[in-house]
Nanobody, 112 residues
Framework: QVQLVESGGGLVQPGRSLRLSCAAS????????MYWYRQAPGKSREWVAY???????DYLDSVKGRFTISREDAKNTMYLQMNNLKPEDTAVYYC??????WGQGTQVTVSS
């Protein structure tokens, strides 16, 4: 059973940075297009960033220029570097492989 495990969340002040990691069990990351999603309290889950097997990327408009998605297939790990965080970035962040396999999520709270 393939598993994804997110880490790196926490409480930070506005303007600070966090880096989320998504570690995959097994040698599988290279087989998938990978996504980051987030879900804020009382809101539906939304797509945040995407990276495919060729390292092409795309981002939600509100995070463009602040977030960077990357992957290290040799380590079976994907990352989301989040800079200049804003209170509206507060959410549980999930990684997903092809939108079919999901991690358990990691909480990101941006507050002064």
């Amino acid at each position: 059973q393939v598993q994804l495990v997110e880490s790196g969340g926490g409480l930070v002040q506005p303007g600070r940075s966090l880096r989320l990691s998504c570690a995959a069990s097994g040698n599988i990351l290279s087989n998938y297009n990978m996504y980051w999603y987030r879900q804020a309290p009382g809101k539906s889950r939304e797509w945040v960033a995407y990276i495919n097997q060729f390292r092409n990327t795309d981002y939600l408009d509100s995070v463009k220029g602040r977030f960077t998605i990357s992957r290290e297939d040799a380590k079976n790990t994907m990352y989301l570097q989040m800079n200049n965080l804003k209170p509206e970035d507060t959410a549980v962040y999930y990684c997903s492989a092809d939108g079919k396999i999901w991690g358990q999520g990691t909480q990101v709270t941006v507050s002064s």
